[in-house]
RNA sequence: UGGGGUAUAGCCAAGCGGUAAGGCAGCGGGUUUUGAUCCCGCCAUUCGUUGGUUCAAAUCCAGCUACCCCAGCCA
């Protein structure tokens, strides 16, 4: 079948498409500039595959930048964890990874060729002096006393910034633009400062380190970046950013565009809430599978493809959005719907007894896939006892339940029809073991008197089963914007069920992260914290379920 | 009258002066050894609002309203 496949249309490629017709540019450069302050989410990817995937479908190239500006807060740690998270997504930058921090030298260049040009000076006033002469939002600033020395004087000053000179926080380098400004960013904004921190590339080579608005846009001038997209937050940067670009001595004039960030409901998207969660324990880590993190989602069990599809699915826009938890779960569903391979687990056990089940074990064959013969099939045992779901036996039912009933049939998947006998229940009423038989002639085919089974059940041999134990997710937050309240109160008691229960042999050492369906409950996938003794499935997203949805 | 932005279905989102794509969700029906999948059908006479221009407006113009962002030596 000749899939036409349909190219994203967004905004920003509309751009793109004009520039490239007009011979603004010739090629298209992007980059994916991630400061290593902490773990990349969801709301990054939606960034990694707008900037990777412009570069890829425009045959042009897309760079991993690490805008490390700011030495208190990063970590190498971070570095090594967002290439990964990169990588796994299935990109591939151009050439090496490159860091701001590669421009250190270039950078203070160019400040001192601001300061020459009498565009930047030297300021001592304290931050809350700063703080106050910058005016408000309808108000102008007021001028610095120090904005009018000399350059000569200028640059003796911001080398002895350099030179170490001068205390944290004791003076720092102001661009001279206007304080009068309506844009704050442009009422003479810091560009450098003065921090005697270790920097994790470039060790203690500097006490002075710049600003993210005088480094963004050179850093992309140098790597000759054509269309520079970040989220919408810094529009008004944008004044600055071109200031800057008009100011030095590039060749390059890259160009700012601006996109909508992504908001997930029932979930917080903002580095602080999410380190917030893990410094307080309210999950295991920045991979617990409950984390909208690409490290959760990944142990959680998505795939790179349905991450992917999920970015192209949500669009990019410069309207606010908040996205429902829908459409990611239709993506790794669609996904694994396709690609996983089935197996049978029982999550909440019961047993059944088959009376007249002669023989130790019989090796069945099931289909690992329903529709997709070339995936092969597997044994299974059946025997005289198996675990069956305790949801799908009753005592007692209307029609609409399909499920096992007492003295009625069902079919065990895969295997034959049973019937309901009786049962035997503990002191408190529950329900111990099922008693039944089964119809030997039912294998693979319908009962052949033409009695008409509806309910399929699921089932794991109790001989052979494997204890396992299940991790079941639910939403983070109970609420739909836990951004706008206190954390702590909105988080969902509920957001992980740890259950025991049984799966069947085949899938017992099955690779870790691999994405499985156990039929009838769900999509699974081995957790790293499997041991030997206990294999432990995290559950990726439910199946759909309409019958739960009836509120039966 | 500080400035910068954004308004199309429950959610996301096409549209770019010629009479409202698509996806998710939802609702009906069919197939089915997964209450899954798959298939078929339904789901905006109207685009924040009020006016204007035009033979024709979600698209152009004006006013109004709502929401988001900006006063770090964070990014």
Redesign the pocket.
Known sequence: MAEVESRP???IR?IIDKDLETGLHSSVHTRFPP?PNGYLHIGHAKSICLNFGIAQDYQGTCNLRF?D??PE?EDIDYVNAIKEDVSWLGYQWDGEVRYSSNYFDQLFGYAKELINKGLAYVDF???EA??EM?G???EPGQLSPYRDSSPEENLALFEKMAAGDFK?????LRAKIDMAS????MRD??IY??RFAHHHQTGDKWCI?P???FTHCISDAIENISHSLCT??????RRLYDWVIDNISVEATPKQYEF?RLNLEYTVLSKRKLIQLVEEKHVSGWDDPRMPTIAGIRRRGYTPTSVREFCS????????????M??LE?CI??DL?ENAP?AMAVLEPVKLIIENFEGDVEWLDAPN???KEEMGTRKIPFSKEVWIEKDDFREEANK????LVLGKEV?L???YVIKAERIEKDENGEVTTIYCTYDPD????APADGRKVK??IHWVAAKQAVPAEFRLYDRLFNVENPNKVELAEALNPNSLTVIQGFVEPSIKDVEIGVGM?F??TGYFCRDKDSSEALPVYNRTVA?????A?MGE
């Open positions: 249309t967004n905004f509309q400061e805008d500006t700011n807060k006033s304290t931050q700063m703080r910058r408000s939002l309808t944290e926080g004791e003076c720092c309506p844009f704050m960013c904004p810091v400062r003065v380190y600003m993210y608005d919408l937050e810094f529009q008004d940067n909508s699915r949500i669009g990019v826009t410069k309207q606010d959005n908040v996205v429902e829908g459409v239709s569903r669609d719907n089935r896939h329903p529709s609409k339940y399909k499920r079919r998947r895969n295997a039912t294998l693979g085919k309910g399929v369906q039929e009838r199946l759909r379920d309409t019958w949805k």
